[in-house]
């Protein structure tokens, strides 16, 4: 086993409110390893693009950032904001969601380039950032014909493909990609997946792949985490989580999506809780439909199973669970909003 590229221990982020701490991010752990892709999947709100953002130090003013992001033999998380802006682009990447809302329309592609490249690498001359800039669009299957374009002149996948150019062209040996094939069709969406498999092959690049598309994580990525109310609640090898999901909110998402068996629509009642005010114990279980009378009474902790970890009293661990066993919870004890 190499040596993590990246190990998160503990991360916990927090935004303040009128009415209180927002605890987006609550004490978040994973490693990852060269050359491996991590897909991070949950609902909308479940704190999945902060976790990325705080891992690179991209947080607003006034969020609040605790825990470990080891990277390189230092805390990211205690290093200066100056330091993090020299690390973000050479070693640290990120992959926008909304290419168009990230690219400056004043700006020509050729213009993002030679802005990036001029900033962290000051001593290439125009002609190295040129050739470096055009390989690097070259590789994502744009001709340098387009080099002097403007970001309006592109379609949506191109201009997905110019923000995975501008991320690579500066080589980091990490990179956060905030749900890269939302709102692309599946040709194109096929051709960013075979991309980004592609850079982790060749360059050996360490992926942290957010999205809510559990088809795409099955075929790009090596692992998963399934994040919950701020928590990460399983993660393990792909194929061993998809095959054996061991906690419920895993299993009640893998039974929401849609294939050519689907004859029903499947949905999760009620909504993500509260940030501010998440339930006790376990934040799932007032839409848990295997919810136990332990389950409000105490925060489950890491088991782990096999290649697995996963926190629910499901699974214990067993010296914390009363004696006689667990009690189903009554399905009337359960508050679920909306369920009907």
Same mark, same amino acid.
């Given at each position: ?23 987006? @991010? ?14 991070? @999947?949950?609902?909308?709100?479940? +704190?999945? *693009? ?6 690179? +130090? ?10 470990? @992001? ?30 168009? *809302? ?38 994502? =299957? ?54 980004? =498999? ?12 957010? *999205? ?122 359960? *508050? @679920?909003?909306?369920?009907?």
């Amino acid at each position: 086993m190499t040596e993590p590229v990246l190990s998160v221990q503990d991360l916990r982020v927090w935004y303040g409110s009128e009415r209180g701490a927002v605890r987006a @991010v609550d004490g978040v752990s994973f490693d990852l390893r060269p050359g491996e892709t991590l897909g991070l @999947v949950g609902e909308s709100g479940c +704190g999945k *693009t902060t976790l990325g953002r705080g891992v690179l +130090g991209l947080l607003p003013r006034g969020a609040k950032l605790d825990g470990e @992001v080891n990277y390189g033999g230092r805390n990211l998380v205690t290093t200066s904001r100056r330091e993090l802006q020299q690390m973000r682009g050479p070693e640290l990447g990120l992959i926008f969601q909304e290419p168009l *809302t990230r690219l400056n329309p004043l700006l020509r592609v050729s213009e993002h380039f030679e802005e990036a490249l001029g900033t962290h690498e000051p001593d290439l001359d125009k002609e190295e950032i040129k050739h470096r800039s055009i390989e690097a669009l070259r590789a994502m =299957g744009i001709p340098p014909t387009r080099y002097r374009a403007y970001p309006h002149e592109f379609s949506g996948g191109m201009r997905q493909r110019i923000m995975i150019a501008l991320a690579l062209v500066l080589r980091p040996s990490f990179i956060v990609a905030d749900e890269p094939t939302t709102a692309l069709d599946v040709l194109v969406e096929a051709q960013i997946i075979r991309i980004l =498999g592609d850079l982790r092959r060749n360059f050996d690049t360490s992926l942290l792949f957010i *999205t809510h598309n559990l088809g795409i994580v099955a075929e790009a990525c090596d692992r998963v985490a399934v994040m919950y109310a701020g928590r990460i609640v399983e993660q393990g090898p792909v194929t061993d989580v998809f095959a054996r999901p061991q906690h419920p909110y895993t299993r009640e998402l893998l039974r929401s999506t849609i294939s050519l068996a689907t004859t029903g629509l499947h949905y999760i009642p009620g909504a993500p809780p509260d940030l501010i005010d998440p339930p006790s114990g376990c934040r799932f279980h007032p839409r848990c439909p295997e919810a136990m009378r332990m389950c409000p009474q105490q925060f489950p902790q890491p088991v782990a199973l096999g290649p697995q970890t996963v926190e629910c009293w499901l699974h214990g661990p067993q010296n914390l669970v009363p004696e006689g066993g667990q009690e189903p919870l009554e399905r009337e004890e359960v *508050t @679920v909003a909306d369920e009907a």
